[in-house]
Structures are given as C-alpha cells and as structure tokens.
C-alpha cells in the first residue's frame, strides 16, 4: 500500500510538473526553422515573428535556415525534434502540400508528423521578367513565348515548390514551353535574373516587388484570383487566362504530439502579433497578405491544399527520387 501510495505522488508531481513547464513556457531558447536560404520570404517572415516573441517574452528566439530539396530537409528537421514547443517550423505550400506528391521518399508524414499551429500569411507569386524580354503585359509575353519556344530559362527557388509550379502551371495554359532552372531561394533567383543567366521567374512577392519597384527587373502579373493591394494596378495572370490561379502561404507548425496549451499560446500570441499595425503593414508592403488561424482551421486548410496541389503536380508530371 505504501509503495502504491508512493508511486501515486510520484505520477501527480510528474503530471504537475509537466503542467507548470507548458505553462511557463518558453524557460529557454526556442528555435524556429527556416527550411530556405537566407533572404526568401519565409525567412523575412520568421525573422519578424522572432524579433516579435523574443521581444514578447524574453527569452531567445532563434532562425535556423536549413535548406535543400525544396524545403524538406528543414521539414525533416523539425519533425524530429523533442515535441516540447522548443522547435517551431515555418512550412510552406512546398514542404506541406507540394512535396509529399513530389518526391517518392520522404523522411517524415506531414499529416502524422506535424502539430499546425497557425496560418501566417497568403500572397501571390510575382510573374515578372528580365528587361531583356520585350514585353510589358501578359498577352505580350505569351506572343513572344510562343515565338521562342523552348528558348528561355526561368528561374525557381527549387523543383516542386509554389514558384516552380506556378510556372508550370502557365506553361500548361499557354502551350508553350521554357527551360526551368532551380535555385535554392528567391534571392538567387533575383540575382541570377540580374545577371543575365535567366529571363523569366514567378516567385514570392514579398521578396520579388522591391526589386520590381526599383526597375531592375519588369513585374507582368500577380498570380492570385484578386490584385494585390500592394500593386493594384498590376493585373492577374487571371485577367489574360481564366481560371489561372496559383496562392502561396506560408504557416507555423511544431512537431507533432506538442501539449495543446502550449500550441494554443502560441497560435493566440501569434494572432496578437500579426494585428499590430506595423506588422501587418510591414507585411502588405512587401505583398503579403496577415492571415491567421486556430490551430484547427489550420490542420483543415492544409488537407485542402494538399488536394489542390497534388492535383497541379500530377498534371505536370513532376516526381522526384
């Protein structure tokens, strides 16, 4: 009786324990990851998140950017982690949606191995081109397309991801054809279309618009149904060819079996960050779109996406080993 006595305590100070550590939570440095290169978008986003909760609470809070294989070995990093709410993921269409139809093997299950959190931010893809091409609209670009067939490189910050696929997604609409080169993050793909090695990309507007604002490279088109507010003058993709619809979102996740309490905290003090004024202004200047989300809401939005874009990969054929 005594021994049961004593293994009873034991669980309860266990259970109190574990309790107390949700609550208080975060006691230590929390890191969030970023399975891009520097200076993408989804690193810009984790960078305000970061500087946003450290300053919350007090404790560090870190941007690990582990990228390669269009975002899954960052992915494959956080699912492993201890499910303790120490190590948050920023996922994005690619690594949640995209790639469990791209590659034939991965290292982790989205739907088993991953805690949503909340949806962070919507926002279109740019369509925009070196100064090279001569063209200033959509109808124009696909004419002069279809005039240099197979001829020009556009650019992608990796195979499989919402860049990379939107373009494909085009080339589907138009019948025609280009030469697709990958990169590793948006920022290589701007610096490659700056120096001249390709002439075409649709990647994030949150990166892409300043340098389209400057003049160093021509914005055609944004890829979502409606204008962005940041460019209302610039046209959809939509506007030139029906139905033409390609969104990217980016979310935060935790490893799967992370305390509810502490999913919550996070998803509730993320919805007061992203309602600060100057953070969603900060976010619509670079063409973003705030858009959060209960932890739920967000596990529903991400077996819808996984849906659609499963359906835009296996119309283009694309599969990786």
Avoid at 85 to 108: E, V
Avoid at 216 to 239: C, K
Wanted: aromatic share 8%; with cysteine; hydrophobic share 45%.
């Amino acid at each position: 009786m005594r021994r049961l006595f004593a293994a009873l305590i034991a669980a309860t100070c266990v259970v109190s324990a574990s309790a107390a550590a949700q609550e208080n939570w975060p006691q230590r440095q929390v890191m969030i990851v970023v399975p891009f290169a520097p200076g993408g978008s989804a690193d810009l986003i984790a960078r305000i998140l970061q500087q946003q909760m450290q300053a919350r609470f007090g404790t560090p809070f870190v941007v690990e950017n582990k990228s390669g294989a269009g975002g899954s070995i960052g992915a494959g990093y956080a699912a492993r982690a201890p499910a303790d709410g120490y190590t948050l993921l920023i996922g994005t269409a690619s690594t949640q949606a995209i790639n469990p139809f791209l590659y034939k093997r991965l290292p982790f299950d989205v739907e088993r191995d991953f805690q949503p959190i909340t949806l962070l931010v919507r926002f279109p893809n740019l369509l925009f081109v070196s100064k090279r091409v001569p063209a200033t609209s959509v109808p124009q670009f696909i004419e002069y397309l279809k005039e240099n067939d197979g001829k020009l490189n556009f650019g992608s910050s990796g195979i499989g991801t919402s860049s990379h696929l939107s373009s494909v997604m085009f080339q589907l609409a138009t019948h025609t054809r280009m030469i697709h080169v990958p990169f590793r993050s948006t920022a290589e793909v701007v610096n490659s279309m700056l120096n001249g090695s390709i002439e075409v990309a649709m990647e994030s507007m949150t990166t892409t618009w300043p340098f389209a604002v400057s003049g160093e490279v021509r914005a055609l088109a944004v890829t979502t149904p409606r204008r962005s507010a940041t460019a209302p003058d610039l046209p959809t993709i939509g506007e030139t060819l029906e139905d033409y619809e390609a969104t990217a979102w980016q979310g935060l996740f935790a490893p799967a079996g992370t305390p509810s309490p502490i999913v919550e905290r996070i998803a509730a003090e993320v919805k007061r960050i992203w309602d600060l004024p100057a953070v969603a202004t900060a976010l619509r200047n670079v063409g973003g779109e705030p858009a959060t989300s209960s932890p739920n809401e967000f596990k529903q939005y991400n077996r819808a996406e996984r849906v659609r874009w499963g359906e835009v990969v296996k119309a283009a054929g694309a599969q990786i080993d």
